[in-house]
């Protein structure tokens, strides 16, 4: 899938500035060390088991199920791991690497929090610096996720730059690391980014797919018809995918459908951007008639950012992934539904993934299942969901 080192087809690559091509390399050479080396893998599964929680279950949503009508919807329960969300795998893979690079501060942008979470907490756990950036905006809607990175350690430096969001975020991250790279190392939270980072957030995700394929085996004797996961940069859902790619099984990644269709108002690369790059990565990136990175929205935070990864641009050129967008309202809809009848509160970013599960479970014969990775929970989100609610005409 990958004919050029760092690309995937015409995806990927790293256009990065000048000061940070020799970090860039040095990183390179030093994941391609370490996941050849016995010590740091066999490091990286126990700090998976002992310290993050790994293995996570499946669950079988049955009261969601019955509801569709059709498929069994299981859930992959990322949720339940420590800090709250799939994040703290790439977190803990990259901070040992930090590590063993010697280097003795880490920083992290974040968007919905859960990766500065993660981040803080491995920092912590390492007895390493850490700041993280984060949109004063996403500030705002991820108040408690900025108390638990401070709690940690970690100075929270909110960016009013821009859109305030993500995006903003990654921007000030790269500043940062551009100046202090000796000592510091850029924990970049999703599979986007200049090489080597998609690849590198991907092995550190994929055993999200490895569990996943070898639980349905041995407790279901057989694969599921469909897989889903919620597409923002797409760490996740690639760590779920890549499991499966191999296999008859379909696969859906649901980016945020927001409020319409309008450049704007959501942020569905797919459904309305074009080919660009952005963050050092050649991806789909919505944009304007002028070529400038357009304005994006969504009620979740970790979903509202203007680019892809570029393995997610490639599978879907391939029609290997079929991507769907999901609206604000129906996320809402399916962060109550599954609250209310699974006694699971998910992430906001998840609960577009759940939307879209239903509809497909609706469609298929009730011997199918379905598997959806429920990427976090979605304590974070309670009063961006109450304050949605009361603003809902």
Request: charged fraction near 25%; glycine fraction near 12%.
């Amino acid at each position: 899938m990958a004919p050029r080192r760092g690309y995937f087809g015409a995806f990927g690559g790293a256009f990065a500035p000048e000061t940070l091509m020799a970090p860039l390399a040095e990183l390179s050479s030093a994941f391609d060390g370490a996941r050849r080396d016995p010590r740091f893998r066999a490091s990286f599964d126990e700090a998976l088991r002992d310290f993050a929680g790994r293995p996570t279950p499946l669950y079988f949503a049955r009261h969601l199920s019955e509801d569709a009508g059709g498929a069994k919807i299981l859930f992959k329960r990322e949720d339940l791991l420590h800090t709250g969300a799939h994040k703290i795998n790439n977190a803990i893979g990259q901070g040992l690497l930090a590590r063993k690079m010697g280097k003795r501060r880490l920083i992290a942008e974040t968007g919905a929090g859960q990766h500065g979470v993660a981040t803080a907490t491995v920092s912590a756990w390492l007895g390493l610096g850490c700041v993280v950036y984060m949109g004063s905006e996403d500030a705002r809607r991820q108040a408690v996720n900025v108390s638990r990175m401070r709690r940690l350690g970690a100075e929270v430096r909110e960016v009013n730059a821009g859109s305030r969001t993500l995006k903003d975020a990654i921007n000030e991250a790269m500043r940062d690391w551009s100046e202090t790279f000796a000592t510091t190392h850029y924990v970049l939270g999703s599979a986007l980014g200049p090489h080597p980072y998609p690849s590198m957030v991907a092995w550190f995700h994929r055993i999200i797919g490895v569990e996943a394929r070898a639980e349905c085996r041995r407790r279901w004797k057989r694969l599921p018809r469909a897989v889903v996961a919620c597409v923002g940069g797409g760490s996740n859902a690639i760590g779920i995918f890549q499991a499966f790619l191999k296999d008859r099984v379909a696969l859906y990644g649901v980016e945020a459908g927001g409020r319409g269709p309008a450049l704007g108002d959501h942020a569905a690369r797919f459904a309305g951007g074009r080919l660009g790059i952005l963050h050092g990565t050649r991806t789909f990136v919505l944009q304007d008639g002028g070529g400038q990175i357009a304005p994006t929205h969504s009620v979740s935070a970790g979903l509202d950012y203007p680019a892809v990864g570029p393995q997610h641009a490639a599978l879907r050129d391939a029609r290997r992934v079929e991507y769907v967008s999901v609206s604000d309202r129906e996320a809402l809809a399916a962060f109550d539904a599954t609250t209310r009848r699974e006694g699971i509160v998910p992430a906001l970013e998840s609960a577009h993934a759940v939307a879209f599960a239903q509809k497909l479970a609706a469609k298929m014969k009730k011997s199918d299942f379905l598997l959806v990775n429920l990427s976090g929970r979605g304590d974070k989100d309670l009063a961006e969901v109450e304050r949605a609610e009361t603003e809902r005409p």
